[in-house]
């Protein structure tokens, strides 16, 4: 199918200048955590602005294609990436005990975030098929539950509970969406009480005492607890104003473990302060509400379950990762969207962006 080029001209600008922003903001903010590193490899903002790069080529390139197309490719895909989930149990590239990846030679692919979006375009697809006027029986949800249990154990194998939990949050919410009766909200929310007191003893070691680090951070102040004690004392050291650019001590001294992933707010809260959060804060908002709105304004059913599937995706990185970092959830390792350091965090998003950007450019040609 050829591109229509009077498409440009409804392309979300305002979205894509939003999200060059955050990345802007990510990228400065990992040049100041990073600046006391000497290392003769390529410098950590740099890599990510690279990447950035070329998650922008990504989402134009994601932009050509009507996303129509994806829903007959939606289920393929999923059985795909659920075959590049087992080859990762069977052949996997294990680092730090944790066997994730893929080895492609040079790259290392994860499929477990590949995952995140395949899930959004397979629920997108069942649920736009999938109506009903009193929402969705117990029953109906079977098929849902099954194509989002299979891929959330699998990654819960390698280990990996944060990735797990962020897909089956990203699903969950997608179901809540399209509406579940009542009955069946009460089965699930019982089935749910039940699992999250047996799954305790489903929990590998470093798992049970992340969680139990959560609920007492100075049981274990220089082991287990050290990041998230660090972490609260340079988000609650920023104070109103923060310290300035470059001048934050827990990241200058190098107190703040994983200041460029996992805990890159807390280096931002400390040289920014509250009022530095707020702005960050709410061009994330920015983001969550735009996604939205592309959901209600989409031309059918399928554009609108991708955009809320993908708003709900950034949502819930957002959620979880500042939880992790103020103390308020436990460390699970979920990348802030567009502020961490990561390749594969960074085209994961840029993929969900180019899917909103695709679906609200399209809402005119129905």
């Known amino acids: 199918m050829m591109f229509d080029r009077r498409l440009i001209t409804h392309l979300n600008w305002p979205l894509l200048l939003l999200v060059c922003l955050l990345a802007g903001?990510?990228?400065?903010n990992l040049y100041s955590a990073t600046s006391s590193w000497t290392t003769a490899a390529l410098p950590v903002y740099l890599k990510q602005t690279y990447w950035l790069g070329l998650g922008l080529m990504i989402a134009?390139?994601?932009?050509l294609?009507?996303?129509?197309?994806?829903?007959?490719?939606?289920?393929?895909?999923?059985?795909?990436?659920l075959g590049l989930l087992l080859l990762v149990l069977v052949a996997g590239k294990t680092t730090m005990g944790a066997t994730r990846w893929i080895n492609l030679g040079g790259f290392n692919l994860q499929p477990s975030e590949i995952m995140?979006?395949?899930?959004?375009?397979?629920?997108a697809r069942y649920f736009s098929e999938k109506a009903h006027v009193r929402g969705l029986s117990l029953k109906e949800l079977a098929i849902p539950g099954l194509l989002l249990g299979v891929p959330a154990g699998l990654i819960m194998k390698q280990p990996d509970l944060g990735t797990a939990l962020l897909v089956i949050f990203i699903g969950g919410s997608m179901a809540l969406f399209a509406g579940i009766r009542r009955s069946a909200m009460i089965w699930l929310g019982?089935?749910?009480?039940?699992?999250?007191?047996?799954?305790?003893?489903?929990?590998?070691?470093?798992?049970?005492?992340?969680?139990?680090?959560?609920?007492?951070?100075?049981?274990?102040?220089?082991?287990?607890?050290?990041?998230?004690?660090?972490?609260?004392i340079a988000v609650g050291s920023g104070g109103i104003r923060g310290f300035g650019f470059m001048k934050g001590t827990q990241s200058q001294l190098s107190f703040l473990p994983e200041r460029h992933t996992d805990f890159a707010f807390s280096v931002f809260a400390e040289e920014w302060g509250f009022l530095g959060c707020l702005l960050l804060l709410f061009l994330y908002l920015l983001v969550v509400l735009w996604g939205l709105y592309i959901a209600q304004k989409a031309g059918d059913r399928f554009g609108m379950f991708i955009a809320f599937g993908v708003t709900a995706m950034l949502f819930w990185h957002?959620?979880?990762?500042?939880?992790?970092?103020?103390?308020?959830?436990?460390?699970?390792?979920?990348?802030?969207?567009?502020?961490?350091?990561g390749g594969t965090s960074m085209i994961t998003t840029m993929i969900g962006i180019g899917l909103l950007l695709n679906v609200s450019m399209r809402r005119f040609t129905f």
């Not at 294609?65 to 990436?81: I, K, N, Q």
């Open 190 to 232: 019982s089935g749910g009480a039940f699992a999250m007191a047996g799954g305790w003893f489903f929990l590998h070691d470093y798992q049970k005492r992340r969680i139990l680090t959560f609920l007492n951070p100075e049981r274990d102040p220089l082991g287990a607890g050290y990041h998230i004690i660090q972490s609260k």
């Open 318 to 341: 957002i959620v979880v990762n500042l939880g992790m970092v103020i103390g308020l959830l436990p460390v699970v390792g979920a990348p802030l969207p567009l502020f961490s350091y």
């Open 116 to 123: 995140k979006i395949v899930i959004i375009l397979a629920f």
């Open 25 to 28: 903001l990510g990228i400065a």
């Open 65 to 81: 294609v009507d996303y129509r197309h994806l829903e007959y490719l939606s289920f393929p895909l999923y059985a795909t990436t």
């Open 60 to 63: 134009v390139i994601i932009c």
